[in-house]
Protein backbone atom coordinates (compact mmCIF):
# COMPACT_ATOMS: atom_id res chain seq x y z
CA UNK A 1 0.00 0.00 0.00
CA UNK A 2 1.34 3.25 -1.01
CA UNK A 3 2.52 5.09 2.13
CA UNK A 4 1.88 8.99 2.27
CA UNK A 5 4.86 11.40 0.99
CA UNK A 6 5.48 13.66 3.37
CA UNK A 7 5.61 17.65 2.12
CA UNK A 8 8.53 19.59 0.93
CA UNK A 9 8.53 21.57 3.34
CA UNK A 10 9.74 18.74 5.93
CA UNK A 11 12.66 17.68 3.32
CA UNK A 12 13.72 21.49 3.41
CA UNK A 13 13.34 21.33 7.83
CA UNK A 14 15.45 18.27 7.57
CA UNK A 15 18.62 19.76 5.61
CA UNK A 16 18.54 22.65 8.03
CA UNK A 17 19.24 19.98 10.90
CA UNK A 18 15.80 20.28 12.71
CA UNK A 19 12.72 18.89 11.49
CA UNK A 20 9.14 20.15 12.35
CA UNK A 21 6.43 17.98 12.41
CA UNK A 22 4.60 16.73 9.71
CA UNK A 23 0.57 16.81 9.43
CA UNK A 24 -0.40 15.11 6.46
CA UNK A 25 -2.52 12.26 7.05
CA UNK A 26 -1.25 8.55 6.44
CA UNK A 27 -1.97 6.00 4.62
CA UNK A 28 -2.76 2.69 5.89
CA UNK A 29 0.47 1.42 6.57
CA UNK A 30 1.27 -2.33 6.89
CA UNK A 31 2.79 -1.94 10.31
CA UNK A 32 3.03 1.17 12.62
CA UNK A 33 6.55 1.90 14.36
CA UNK A 34 5.48 4.39 17.66
CA UNK A 35 8.54 6.14 18.80
CA UNK A 36 8.74 7.13 22.51
CA UNK A 37 11.92 6.84 23.64
CA UNK A 38 15.87 7.91 22.74
CA UNK A 39 19.15 6.78 23.01
CA UNK A 40 19.59 3.05 21.31
CA UNK A 41 23.35 2.65 20.71
CA UNK A 42 24.37 1.90 16.85
CA UNK A 43 27.05 -0.49 16.27
CA UNK A 44 30.08 1.12 14.89
CA UNK A 45 32.23 -1.21 12.58
CA UNK A 46 35.77 0.49 12.32
CA UNK A 47 37.77 -0.58 9.30
CA UNK A 48 40.91 -2.40 9.85
CA UNK A 49 43.95 -1.91 8.03
CA UNK A 50 45.18 -4.80 5.99
CA UNK A 51 48.72 -6.01 5.26
CA UNK A 52 50.53 -4.17 2.64
CA UNK A 53 51.43 -6.37 -0.14
CA UNK A 54 53.13 -3.76 -3.02
CA UNK A 55 52.07 -4.39 -6.45
CA UNK A 56 55.15 -4.80 -8.83
CA UNK A 57 56.09 -2.04 -10.88
CA UNK A 58 55.67 -3.42 -14.04
CA UNK A 59 51.82 -3.59 -12.93
CA UNK A 60 51.67 -0.39 -11.03
CA UNK A 61 52.54 1.33 -13.98
CA UNK A 62 50.05 0.16 -16.43
CA UNK A 63 47.79 2.75 -17.26
CA UNK A 64 45.16 3.40 -20.04
CA UNK A 65 45.14 6.68 -20.20
CA UNK A 66 48.89 7.26 -21.58
CA UNK A 67 48.81 6.75 -25.09
CA UNK A 68 46.06 9.93 -25.09
CA UNK A 69 47.42 11.99 -22.50
CA UNK A 70 51.31 11.57 -23.34
CA UNK A 71 51.36 12.36 -27.24
CA UNK A 72 51.46 15.80 -28.66
CA UNK A 73 51.59 16.75 -31.83
CA UNK A 74 53.72 19.62 -31.65
CA UNK A 75 53.48 20.55 -35.49
CA UNK A 76 50.13 20.37 -35.99
CA UNK A 77 48.76 22.30 -33.43
CA UNK A 78 45.37 23.74 -33.62
CA UNK A 79 44.64 26.81 -31.38
CA UNK A 80 40.83 26.66 -31.51
CA UNK A 81 39.19 23.38 -31.84
CA UNK A 82 35.08 22.88 -31.53
CA UNK A 83 33.52 19.97 -30.01
CA UNK A 84 30.08 19.16 -30.40
CA UNK A 85 28.59 16.76 -27.28
CA UNK A 86 24.89 15.47 -26.45
CA UNK A 87 23.50 17.19 -23.19
CA UNK A 88 21.65 14.16 -22.47
CA UNK A 89 25.12 11.96 -21.97
CA UNK A 90 26.06 13.37 -18.85
CA UNK A 91 24.75 10.91 -15.96
CA UNK A 92 26.07 10.53 -12.42
CA UNK A 93 24.72 6.99 -10.85
CA UNK A 94 25.18 5.53 -7.56
CA UNK A 95 27.23 1.78 -7.70
CA UNK A 96 26.07 -1.26 -5.85
CA UNK A 97 22.87 -3.07 -4.87
CA UNK A 98 20.51 -1.22 -2.76
CA UNK A 99 17.06 -3.42 -1.62
CA UNK A 100 13.52 -1.73 -1.64
CA UNK A 101 13.39 -1.23 2.41
CA UNK A 102 10.23 -2.90 3.91
CA UNK A 103 7.05 -0.82 3.71
CA UNK A 104 6.78 0.41 7.29
CA UNK A 105 4.68 3.96 8.16
CA UNK A 106 7.30 5.71 10.59
CA UNK A 107 4.63 8.05 13.25
CA UNK A 108 5.88 10.58 15.78
CA UNK A 109 9.85 9.68 15.67
CA UNK A 110 11.41 12.05 17.19
CA UNK A 111 14.85 12.92 19.02
CA UNK A 112 16.89 16.16 19.82
CA UNK A 113 20.22 16.62 19.14
CA UNK A 114 21.18 13.23 18.11
CA UNK A 115 23.82 11.58 16.34
CA UNK A 116 22.64 10.69 12.63
CA UNK A 117 24.26 6.87 13.57
CA UNK A 118 22.05 6.67 16.48
CA UNK A 119 18.99 7.95 15.31
CA UNK A 120 18.39 5.56 12.35
CA UNK A 121 19.54 2.99 14.67
CA UNK A 122 16.64 3.91 17.16
CA UNK A 123 14.44 3.93 13.60
CA UNK A 124 15.75 0.81 12.23
CA UNK A 125 15.79 -1.56 15.51
CA UNK A 126 11.69 -1.72 15.97
CA UNK A 127 11.64 -2.88 12.18
CA UNK A 128 14.22 -5.54 13.17
CA UNK A 129 17.03 -4.06 10.44
CA UNK A 130 20.34 -4.51 11.83
CA UNK A 131 22.71 -1.03 11.16
CA UNK A 132 26.04 -1.36 10.32
CA UNK A 133 28.12 2.54 10.53
CA UNK A 134 30.99 2.23 8.64
CA UNK A 135 32.91 5.45 9.53
CA UNK A 136 30.59 7.05 12.48
CA UNK A 137 30.27 9.25 14.50
CA UNK A 138 28.33 11.49 12.15
CA UNK A 139 26.61 14.64 12.64
CA UNK A 140 24.23 15.27 15.18
CA UNK A 141 21.04 16.48 13.98
CA UNK A 142 17.23 17.00 15.27
CA UNK A 143 13.45 15.69 14.30
CA UNK A 144 10.07 15.98 15.93
CA UNK A 145 7.14 14.07 15.10
CA UNK A 146 8.39 12.68 11.95
CA UNK A 147 5.63 11.01 9.43
CA UNK A 148 6.23 8.78 6.16
CA UNK A 149 7.57 5.69 4.83
CA UNK A 150 10.09 4.17 6.36
CA UNK A 151 12.31 4.52 3.53
CA UNK A 152 11.45 8.20 2.82
CA UNK A 153 12.31 8.96 6.85
CA UNK A 154 15.46 7.44 6.30
CA UNK A 155 16.79 9.41 2.88
CA UNK A 156 15.69 12.36 4.62
CA UNK A 157 18.27 11.54 7.80
CA UNK A 158 20.82 10.31 5.40
CA UNK A 159 20.87 13.51 3.43
CA UNK A 160 20.34 15.67 6.47
CA UNK A 161 23.26 14.47 7.81
CA UNK A 162 25.45 14.37 4.49
CA UNK A 163 25.87 10.48 4.48
CA UNK A 164 24.76 7.14 2.02
CA UNK A 165 22.81 4.18 2.64
CA UNK A 166 22.57 0.90 1.01
CA UNK A 167 20.39 -1.75 1.96
CA UNK A 168 20.59 -5.16 2.29
CA UNK A 169 16.96 -7.66 2.23
CA UNK A 170 18.33 -10.82 2.33
CA UNK A 171 20.33 -9.85 5.59
CA UNK A 172 17.83 -6.84 7.00
CA UNK A 173 21.25 -5.16 7.40
CA UNK A 174 21.17 -1.01 6.71
CA UNK A 175 24.49 0.34 5.72
CA UNK A 176 25.35 3.73 6.36
CA UNK A 177 28.78 5.39 5.40
CA UNK A 178 29.84 9.34 4.05
CA UNK A 179 31.18 8.00 1.04
CA UNK A 180 30.02 6.13 -1.66
CA UNK A 181 30.77 4.65 -4.85
CA UNK A 182 29.99 6.98 -8.52
CA UNK A 183 30.10 6.32 -12.10
CA UNK A 184 29.68 9.47 -13.99
CA UNK A 185 29.17 8.57 -18.12
CA UNK A 186 29.98 11.53 -20.51
CA UNK A 187 29.36 12.46 -24.15
CA UNK A 188 31.95 10.62 -26.53
CA UNK A 189 34.28 13.11 -26.32
CA UNK A 190 37.74 12.68 -25.07
CA UNK A 191 38.77 16.12 -24.35
CA UNK A 192 35.73 16.08 -22.51
CA UNK A 193 36.42 13.49 -20.48
CA UNK A 194 40.17 14.20 -20.09
CA UNK A 195 38.94 17.72 -18.69
CA UNK A 196 36.71 15.94 -15.81
CA UNK A 197 39.58 13.76 -14.94
CA UNK A 198 42.06 16.34 -14.56
CA UNK A 199 39.07 18.19 -12.57
CA UNK A 200 39.03 15.61 -9.94
CA UNK A 201 42.94 15.56 -9.63
CA UNK A 202 42.70 19.23 -9.51
CA UNK A 203 40.29 18.60 -6.59
CA UNK A 204 42.61 16.46 -4.57
CA UNK A 205 40.85 13.00 -5.58
CA UNK A 206 43.38 10.17 -7.47
CA UNK A 207 41.88 7.04 -6.87
CA UNK A 208 39.37 7.25 -10.08
CA UNK A 209 39.06 4.56 -12.62
CA UNK A 210 38.44 5.37 -16.15
CA UNK A 211 36.83 3.50 -18.93
CA UNK A 212 37.60 4.54 -22.32
CA UNK A 213 35.19 2.46 -24.12
CA UNK A 214 31.89 3.56 -22.84
CA UNK A 215 33.64 6.69 -21.48
CA UNK A 216 32.30 6.94 -17.79
CA UNK A 217 34.66 7.89 -14.84
CA UNK A 218 34.23 5.74 -11.29
CA UNK A 219 35.42 7.54 -7.94
CA UNK A 220 34.27 7.45 -4.28
CA UNK A 221 32.86 10.85 -3.54
CA UNK A 222 31.09 12.40 -0.27
CA UNK A 223 28.42 14.35 -0.53
CA UNK A 224 30.61 17.22 -0.87
CA UNK A 225 32.33 15.95 -3.83
CA UNK A 226 29.15 14.86 -5.44
CA UNK A 227 27.90 18.22 -5.30
CA UNK A 228 30.66 19.32 -7.24
CA UNK A 229 30.34 16.64 -10.12
CA UNK A 230 26.90 17.81 -10.35
CA UNK A 231 28.07 21.43 -10.82
CA UNK A 232 30.80 20.46 -12.91
CA UNK A 233 28.09 19.21 -15.09
CA UNK A 234 25.92 22.17 -15.01
CA UNK A 235 28.96 24.17 -16.25
CA UNK A 236 28.72 22.78 -19.56
CA UNK A 237 25.42 24.12 -20.05
CA UNK A 238 26.32 28.20 -19.44
CA UNK A 239 30.78 28.27 -20.35
CA UNK A 240 31.23 25.77 -23.11
CA UNK A 241 34.41 26.35 -22.93
CA UNK A 242 37.69 24.48 -21.69
CA UNK A 243 41.27 25.58 -22.37
CA UNK A 244 43.85 22.82 -23.08
CA UNK A 245 47.52 22.98 -22.24
CA UNK A 246 50.17 21.26 -24.17
CA UNK A 247 53.05 20.48 -21.92
CA UNK A 248 56.79 19.47 -22.44
CA UNK A 249 58.81 18.69 -19.67
CA UNK A 250 63.17 19.01 -19.50
CA UNK A 251 66.09 18.68 -17.74
CA UNK A 252 69.37 20.67 -18.82
CA UNK A 253 72.63 20.65 -16.97
CA UNK A 254 74.73 23.55 -18.39
CA UNK A 255 78.02 23.18 -19.69
CA UNK A 256 80.95 25.36 -18.28
CA UNK A 257 82.46 26.39 -15.67
CA UNK A 258 79.24 28.55 -14.21
CA UNK A 259 77.01 25.79 -14.40
CA UNK A 260 74.19 28.17 -15.55
CA UNK A 261 72.11 29.24 -18.22
CA UNK A 262 72.42 32.26 -19.85
CA UNK A 263 68.72 33.21 -20.59
CA UNK A 264 69.45 36.48 -21.56
CA UNK A 265 70.52 35.04 -24.75
CA UNK A 266 67.36 34.22 -25.82
CA UNK A 267 67.12 37.99 -26.72
CA UNK A 268 69.97 37.76 -29.32
CA UNK A 269 69.35 34.40 -30.71
CA UNK A 270 65.23 35.37 -31.53
CA UNK A 271 64.08 37.87 -33.13
CA UNK A 272 63.07 41.31 -30.32
CA UNK A 273 59.48 40.59 -29.45
CA UNK A 274 59.65 36.75 -29.46
CA UNK A 275 60.42 36.85 -25.50
CA UNK A 276 56.54 39.48 -25.06
CA UNK A 277 56.95 39.34 -21.13
CA UNK A 278 59.47 37.75 -18.18
CA UNK A 279 57.57 37.56 -14.69
CA UNK A 280 59.32 36.40 -11.73
CA UNK A 281 57.77 33.89 -9.01
CA UNK A 282 58.52 32.47 -5.40
CA UNK A 283 61.12 30.35 -7.68
CA UNK A 284 62.10 30.60 -11.10
CA UNK A 285 60.52 32.63 -13.78
CA UNK A 286 58.12 32.52 -16.56
CA UNK A 287 58.34 34.08 -19.84
CA UNK A 288 55.56 34.15 -22.88
CA UNK A 289 56.80 33.85 -25.97
CA UNK A 290 55.68 34.08 -29.75
CA UNK A 291 55.45 30.64 -31.52
CA UNK A 292 58.87 31.51 -32.66
CA UNK A 293 59.74 30.18 -29.72
CA UNK A 294 59.05 26.12 -30.05
CA UNK A 295 60.18 23.11 -29.19
CA UNK A 296 62.35 22.44 -32.09
CA UNK A 297 63.84 26.12 -31.28
CA UNK A 298 64.01 26.01 -28.07
CA UNK A 299 65.84 22.60 -27.92
CA UNK A 300 68.47 23.88 -30.31
CA UNK A 301 69.18 27.04 -28.12
CA UNK A 302 69.48 24.75 -24.99
CA UNK A 303 71.95 22.83 -26.87
CA UNK A 304 74.02 25.03 -26.97
CA UNK A 305 74.56 25.91 -23.64
CA UNK A 306 74.18 22.25 -21.53
CA UNK A 307 73.07 18.86 -21.91
CA UNK A 308 69.29 18.66 -22.81
CA UNK A 309 67.31 15.29 -21.27
CA UNK A 310 63.29 15.06 -21.91
CA UNK A 311 61.21 14.02 -18.72
CA UNK A 312 58.01 13.88 -20.26
CA UNK A 313 55.59 15.46 -22.51
CA UNK A 314 51.65 15.62 -22.53
CA UNK A 315 48.23 17.41 -22.00
CA UNK A 316 45.67 18.48 -19.61
CA UNK A 317 42.05 20.28 -19.96
CA UNK A 318 41.08 23.09 -17.64
CA UNK A 319 37.22 23.68 -17.92
CA UNK A 320 37.09 27.45 -18.00
CA UNK A 321 37.59 28.74 -14.39
CA UNK A 322 37.88 25.23 -13.00
CA UNK A 323 41.33 23.92 -11.43
CA UNK A 324 43.23 20.61 -13.40
CA UNK A 325 46.07 18.75 -12.61
CA UNK A 326 49.10 17.28 -14.90
CA UNK A 327 51.34 14.93 -13.27
CA UNK A 328 54.83 14.43 -14.88
CA UNK A 329 55.15 11.05 -13.42
CA UNK A 330 51.94 9.79 -15.17
CA UNK A 331 53.84 10.63 -18.80
CA UNK A 332 57.71 9.90 -18.21
CA UNK A 333 59.75 7.66 -16.07
CA UNK A 334 58.59 6.85 -12.83
CA UNK A 335 62.65 6.35 -11.21
CA UNK A 336 62.64 10.37 -12.43
CA UNK A 337 63.62 12.95 -9.71
CA UNK A 338 60.67 14.69 -11.87
CA UNK A 339 58.16 12.37 -11.19
CA UNK A 340 56.59 13.76 -8.45
CA UNK A 341 55.83 17.20 -10.26
CA UNK A 342 52.66 17.97 -10.78
CA UNK A 343 51.47 21.17 -12.50
CA UNK A 344 47.90 22.58 -11.34
CA UNK A 345 46.07 24.90 -13.51
CA UNK A 346 43.16 27.63 -13.52
CA UNK A 347 42.69 29.42 -16.39
CA UNK A 348 39.98 31.64 -17.90
CA UNK A 349 38.71 33.06 -21.34
CA UNK A 350 38.55 36.99 -21.85
CA UNK A 351 37.96 39.39 -24.54
CA UNK A 352 39.43 38.81 -27.80
CA UNK A 353 40.62 35.36 -26.85
CA UNK A 354 42.88 36.50 -23.92
CA UNK A 355 43.65 33.84 -21.61
CA UNK A 356 44.42 34.05 -17.63
CA UNK A 357 46.26 31.60 -15.90
CA UNK A 358 46.92 30.34 -12.68
CA UNK A 359 49.95 28.07 -13.00
CA UNK A 360 51.16 26.08 -9.76
CA UNK A 361 54.20 23.18 -9.59
CA UNK A 362 54.10 21.72 -6.76
CA UNK A 363 55.54 18.46 -5.40
CA UNK A 364 54.74 15.82 -2.96
CA UNK A 365 56.68 18.12 -0.51
CA UNK A 366 54.26 21.05 -1.17
CA UNK A 367 53.96 24.13 -3.35
CA UNK A 368 57.39 24.94 -5.37
CA UNK A 369 56.43 28.02 -7.07
CA UNK A 370 53.31 29.96 -8.79
CA UNK A 371 52.73 32.37 -11.53
CA UNK A 372 49.72 34.45 -12.88
CA UNK A 373 50.11 34.73 -16.60
CA UNK A 374 47.87 37.15 -19.14
CA UNK A 375 48.60 35.95 -22.27
CA UNK A 376 47.13 36.17 -26.24
CA UNK A 377 45.98 33.12 -27.55
CA UNK A 378 49.13 31.73 -29.88
CA UNK A 379 51.48 32.34 -26.89
CA UNK A 380 53.75 29.91 -25.44
CA UNK A 381 54.58 29.61 -21.82
CA UNK A 382 58.40 29.06 -20.85
CA UNK A 383 59.05 28.57 -16.60
CA UNK A 384 62.96 28.32 -16.33
CA UNK A 385 65.12 28.50 -12.77
CA UNK A 386 64.03 25.59 -11.25
CA UNK A 387 67.26 23.76 -9.71
CA UNK A 388 66.43 20.13 -9.34
CA UNK A 389 67.92 20.24 -5.58
CA UNK A 390 63.86 20.89 -4.88
CA UNK A 391 63.45 17.00 -6.05
CA UNK A 392 66.22 15.71 -4.44
CA UNK A 393 69.08 16.05 -7.14
CA UNK A 394 72.39 16.12 -5.56
CA UNK A 395 74.50 19.32 -6.67
CA UNK A 396 73.05 22.65 -8.22
CA UNK A 397 74.25 21.69 -11.64
CA UNK A 398 70.79 20.77 -13.23
CA UNK A 399 67.47 23.03 -13.79
CA UNK A 400 63.87 21.83 -15.03
CA UNK A 401 61.81 23.75 -17.43
CA UNK A 402 58.32 23.52 -18.24
CA UNK A 403 56.78 24.63 -21.97
CA UNK A 404 53.35 24.94 -21.97
CA UNK A 405 51.22 25.84 -24.72
CA UNK A 406 47.62 27.08 -24.24
CA UNK A 407 44.90 25.73 -26.43
CA UNK A 408 40.70 27.01 -26.67
CA UNK A 409 38.18 23.90 -26.85
CA UNK A 410 34.99 25.32 -27.46
CA UNK A 411 31.83 22.53 -26.81
CA UNK A 412 28.79 22.54 -28.73
CA UNK A 413 25.63 21.25 -27.38
CA UNK A 414 23.28 19.73 -29.56
CA UNK A 415 20.26 17.12 -29.27
CA UNK A 416 21.56 15.36 -32.19
CA UNK A 417 22.94 11.61 -30.99
CA UNK A 418 26.45 11.68 -31.73
CA UNK A 419 28.53 8.37 -33.08
CA UNK A 420 32.15 9.29 -33.89
CA UNK A 421 34.28 9.32 -31.01
CA UNK A 422 36.46 12.90 -30.86
Keep these: MRANRLTKFCLFAVCSLLIGGCQNEPAKPQQVID ?19 RTPKGASSFDLETPLRCSVNWQTQQMITTIPYNIKAFNLVKNGS ?15 TMPAEKALRKLTKEAGIKLIAKDAPYASISAENLRG ?32 NFSLYVPKSRPILLALLDVLRGSGITDITSDWDDYSITFDADFELRNKILSLIGYFEENPLLIAFDVYVMKVYPYGAQKDIQWQN ?76 SI ?6 EQNNKIF ?37 KGKDSQTIVFMVPRIIRTLKTSKHLQNKI
Design 35 to 53: FKKSGIEAKIVIPQDPNII
Design 98 to 112: NDMLPRFEVTGFSFE
Design 149 to 180: ELSEVIQMIADAAEIYYSYDAHNKTLRISRKA
Design 266 to 341: LLSTFDYGTIKTAKTGVLGRVLTTSDELNIASLNAFLSMQGKVEPVAQGKFVVPNLWYARFDVGKCGQRNSIDANL
Design 344 to 349: LAKASI
Design 357 to 393: SNVTLESTNGEITQFNIRSQLGENFLIIGIPNEIFGA
